[in-house]
C-alpha cells in the first residue's frame, strides 16, 4: 500500500532562518506531489506541484522553494524566513493529473515562525 | 476554475443524518465534483466525488441537483468522528490542481 511521510511533524524557527521540509512517498512510481500551505483558521493554499523529478511549477510567487531530487521525493525549502511563512504544510500526492484522480495528504508540518 | 460556495458552519447531533450543501452555480459540463473533508490537526482525505448522477461510497453520498447547479453531500449517521471541515471542490478537465475553499465546519453534538 501507499505512504506519505512528512517531516519534521513540528517546528520552531526564528526570522531570518532557512528551512527544509521533507516530503517522501511509497508504494508508488512517478507520482504528482504537491506542497500546500495552511495559515491559521484558512483555507488551504497550493504552492508548488510536480509531475516528474525536476520538473516544478509555483502557484504563488513567495520566498518558498520547492525540488524533486528523486521520484519519490519532494522538498519545500527557504533561505530566510519570514513571519507570514508560519502555517500548517502539507504535503500530497496522486497518481494521474486529471479531474477525477484523487489526492491523498500528507500527515503535515506545523511551523511556527517567531 | 468554477467556484463553490458553502454554509461556513453547520451542528447535527450524533446518529443522525447530515446534509451539507454546495452550490456551484458556474459549473461547466466538464467539472467533477469532489469532497473532501480535514479532521481537526490532519491533512485532508478524500470523500466522495462525482460527475452527474448521484453516488455512493462506504464513507458518504453525493447527491447532485439535475441542472448541476448544486450538490449535496449526505453522512447517513454521524458519529463523532466526522467533526471535521467539508471541502466541496470543482475540477475541470485535465485540472491536477485541488483549489480549496473555506469549507463548512462541521460539529457532531453527542
Known amino acids: 500500500s501507499q505512504t506519505i511521510h512528512q517531516w519534521p511533524a513540528t517546528l520552531v524557527q526564528p526570522v531570518g532562518s532557512p528551512l527544509s521540509l521533507e516530503c517522501t512517498v511509497e508504494g508508488t512510481s512517478n507520482p504528482n506531489l504537491y506542497w500546500y500551505r495552511q495559515a491559521a483558521g484558512r483555507g488551504l493554499q497550493l504552492l508548488f506541484y510536480s509531475v516528474g523529478i525536476g520538473q516544478i511549477s509555483s502557484e504563488v510567487p513567495q520566498n518558498l522553494s520547492a525540488s524533486r531530487p528523486q521520484d519519490r521525493q519532494f522538498i519545500l525549502s527557504s533561505k530566510k524566513l519570514l513571519l507570514s511563512d508560519s502555517g500548517f504544510y502539507l504535503c500530497?500526492?496522486?497518481?494521474?493529473?486529471?479531474?477525477?484522480?484523487?489526492?491523498?495528504f500528507g500527515p503535515g508540518t506545523r511551523l511556527t515562525v517567531l | 476554475d468554477a467556484k463553490t460556495t458553502q454554509p461556513n458552519s453547520m451542528e447535527s447531533n450524533e446518529e443522525e443524518p447530515v446534509h451539507l450543501p454546495c452550490n456551484h452555480s458556474t459549473i461547466s459540463g466538464t467539472d467533477y465534483i469532489h469532497w473532501y473533508r480535514q479532521l481537526p490537526s490532519q491533512g485532508p482525505e478524500y470523500v466522495i466525488h462525482?460527475?452527474?448522477s448521484n453516488v455512493n461510497n462506504r464513507m458518504a453520498s453525493l447527491a447532485i441537483a439535475e441542472d448541476r447547479k448544486s450538490s449535496t453531500l449526505i453522512l447517513h449517521r454521524a458519529t463523532l468522528r466526522d467533526a471535521a471541515v467539508y471541502y466541496c471542490?470543482?475540477?475541470?478537465?485535465?485540472?491536477?490542481?485541488?483549489?480549496f475553499g473555506t469549507g463548512t465546519r462541521l460539529t457532531i453534538i453527542p
Open positions: 500530497a500526492w496522486s497518481v494521474l493529473s486529471s479531474s477525477t484522480d484523487t489526492q491523498y
Open positions: 462525482g460527475l452527474t
Open positions: 471542490i470543482l475540477r475541470g478537465f485535465g485540472n491536477e490542481k485541488l483549489t
